[in-house]
């Protein structure tokens, strides 16, 4: 864990100082520096070596000109359009600029800058720490070094300290997010996501946890569920977490269900084999559901909630479910298999029953769902289908303020046609290639209960090809989901 800390610059013991550019050079932050820097700041800017770009880093090594042996001024883009995310890139690309150096990095604050300071401090220490995270936990020698201390330098403030304590937090938890979705599908199955939300609940503050397997799931009659992990070995979990923290309102339970295909070869209707080894991913939903519900205990939101990951391994062989098979859900309605790659609907139909059967009053599943989502949004937005106008504006608003960005398509019950089934309640995929991401909504719609539901096909923005430009650096998992669900909580409770 990074430590976060408030100091004064001089008192911090920094290893490097780092400060936000805007443009035009020149204003207010960097001004003083300036001055004592004898105008190499400026000379920069002249040069054109120095522009405030965003996402730009310059680093400047020092000879005792200030209280740090180096400088990295880090470009924001231009002074009136400076947001959030322009800090988080900032962050992000000064943890870069300074991955061989590691030690104590202290930010300097720009208070002529748009966003207010306990805000541009929450979001350079989110972009530090998400920007520092490298993927590259297996390789023998991974000499990636994130900074140890992050320290915002300022004089001592509540406020500040708050609200950088809570973005260290979410940070750290959607990088544990981002762990589980790069843990090779040899190591990550549905028992070892298990076992890793049991250590997560052992960890936490009235957070429980229970892992059902085999047996209970049939008990339960998830015939969906239970169906897609017949291929494989690694039998199929349903993992349940329990938050239930003092002084909640007792009005909202949140249900939270998060798509945990711990790899997804497609079964029998199997996936070519390019990019194949992407589909380890295929969990994010699920990681991203256990860190934010994580995060919610972590940060003591008294917001009660409830969490399923609906865990699987989608493989063929000689056990496994087949095109033509009927299955049976919990909810008693039964499924024409069309397609075994649409399983993530299948597993998600259990775990919506199921948290609802529980009690869950407002739902939000997370599902790495759709090619076709990818298709429409890429790895930026992710899709949203609500039943519920004011659900859906929170849960946009709650992306658009943390940076998991949700964008909503519609339900509507005419697409319900593209499920009709010859032989059973409903088909789980369709010959036509047409709306593939509103399609498996309306397959979900029929699990999701009663009051208000959406459903978040994260396809696109889970786990990267290639560096996204922002504060999202490296490829692999982004930790989709644990920002996103921080910030529901927040606005919940
Ligand atoms: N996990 C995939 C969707 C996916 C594809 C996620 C690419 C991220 C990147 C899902 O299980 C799947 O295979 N969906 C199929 C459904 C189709 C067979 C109806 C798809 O979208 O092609
Ligand atoms: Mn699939
Ligand atoms: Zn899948």
Known sequence: MTKVEIALPGQAGADALALPVAQPLGGDGSKILDGKLGGRLSRLGE????????????????????????????????????????????????????????????????????VPLPEQAAALVEGTILGSYSPGHWKSKDDARAPERIVIGHADDPELQAAVERAAVVAERANRARDLSNMPPNELTPHTLGEKAQELAAELE??????????????????ALTAVGRGSRNEPRLIVLRYDPPGA????????????????????????????????????????TLHGIGALAALGTPVRAIAALAAAENLPGGDAFRPGDILRAANGKTIEVINTDAEGRLVLADALWYVRREGATHVLDLATLTGAMELALGDLYAGGFANDKDWEDRIVEAGRRSGDLVWPFPLHPRYRRYIDSAFADMKNGSTLRQGSPALAAEFLHEFAGDGPWMHVDMAGPAFLERSRGDYLRVPGGTGYGVRLIAELGRMLA
């Open 249 to 288: 309102r007792d009005d909202i339970l949140l249900g939270l269900v998060g798509k945990s295909i711990t790899f997804d070869a497609g079964g029998i209707s199997i996936k070519p084999s390019g990019g194949m080894q992407d589909m380890k991913g295929d969990m994010s939903g699920g990681a991203g």
């Open 47 to 114: 040069s054109g070596e120095l522009r405030g770009d965003r996402g730009e880093t310059v680093l400047l090594h020092l000879n005792g000109e200030l209280e740090a042996p180096r400088l990295v001024a880090a470009g924001v883009g231009k002074r009136e359009n400076v947001d959030p995310d322009a800090l988080r890139t900032a962050g992000a690309a000064a943890a870069q600029a300074l991955s061989r150096v590691g030690g104590t990095l202290v930010w300097l604050l720009d208070e002529s800058l748009p």
């Open 206 to 223: 009235h957070l429980t946890c229970a892992v059902l397997a085999t047996k209970e799931l049939d008990d339960l009659g998830m015939g």
